[in-house]
């Protein structure tokens, strides 16, 4: 009022809070007229005030319900963004904006909050034919569409979209919400399950025409059905304890140490130190690892039949010494029968020589042992690679 009668202009929709006498206060909207006599001058004023307090509670509940929806979908981990009838973007949250590596300018940008959109196939798609615009052209949600999302650093990332209409009170359009979800995870999940039965079923192959291959070898060259089966069982035990190995260590390779041990126990006599394994750490790649254990099972088979722990008094000593890119493996028996070189190639050799064609063999039939002596490349290791556990044979 002092401010009226002051410039005797009007004031129009003045919100005030007055006290009253017991302390509560009250939201109220002021206007007011100046009072003017006949000569037009000011000779006062009038305000009529209306109780809005109500208005304003209600006003302030509703801000902070939508306070609420905003603080819930910016805390989703659900990238999530909004747009008018007309397309242009009206809200993100934090989620959509790192997912996209960037931050839509609101009320400019339209329609998508990528900066490039394409197909599964890496066919483009053009802003106004994204999901959320046909969903706002169709006025109907678009539901199992996968579309690929471009960085502005030219990164992608697979999503899923689920752009729905949205409609005020009496159902007019109004604008849109759109869910992305990031697949990229279950797509790379897909393509490590599909490599894994690939690689799964080249390793079962592989098995199987190893498998094929000992026993066919056994078979030439067993006497009797009860030393095939003996045999093959042996070879087989072998096989088995390779392919354990390797499973503890993920396919990826197989420790020298424990393959040579594993091999060699069923021929290590108890409270008897007449074979002996040293060398330093080496990594064997999956076929490597395969052919080489059957190999040290032949060596330790041979011995205990024929060789130096067939008697009570021969030793055998395995170690292996590297070089540049390659291992060197020595097995020697001393004090054993006296030794008769074999008329055919063991399978051993064949072994070596069809699943480790790179590596070479120097067999010295000595007076009281052999000594095999194997020059083998170390292979450059290769994790997942399906190829690596093929041994030819």
Known sequence: MAELLETGRPIRNREL??????????????????LRDEAGRLVGGVNCFQDITARKAAERRLQQREQWYRDLLEALPAALYTTDADGRITFFNE???????????????????????????????????????????????VRGTEKIVERPDGTRIAVIPFPTPLHDEEGKLIGAVNMLVDISERKAAEEEKALLLRELAHRVNN?????LAVAQQTLRTAPSSKAFVETFSGRLQALAQAHNLLLTKNWTGADLGELAKGQLAPFCLEGQERLSIEGPKVTLSPPQAIALGVVLHELGTNAARYGALSNGIGRVNLSWTLG????VLAWAERQGPPVVPPQRRGLGTKLIQRGLP???????FEADGVVCAIDLPLAKLQPKNCSAARVNL
């Open 324 to 327: 540049p890119g390659r291992v």
């Open 207 to 211: 098995t199987f025409a190893v498998i």
């Open 17 to 34: 809070v007055i006290e009253r006498p017991d302390g509560s206060r009250l939201t109220i909207l002021a206007n007011l007229d100046p």
């Open 358 to 364: 790179d590596a070479t063999i120097d067999w010295r």
């Open 95 to 141: 989620a959509a904006a790192e997912l996209c590596g960037r931050r839509p300018f609101l009320g400019d940008d339209a329609w998508s909050i990528g900066s490039k959109l394409y197909w599964p196939d890496g066919k483009p798609i053009a802003q106004e034919e994204c999901p959320t615009a046909l969903a706002l052209k169709t006025d109907k949600p």
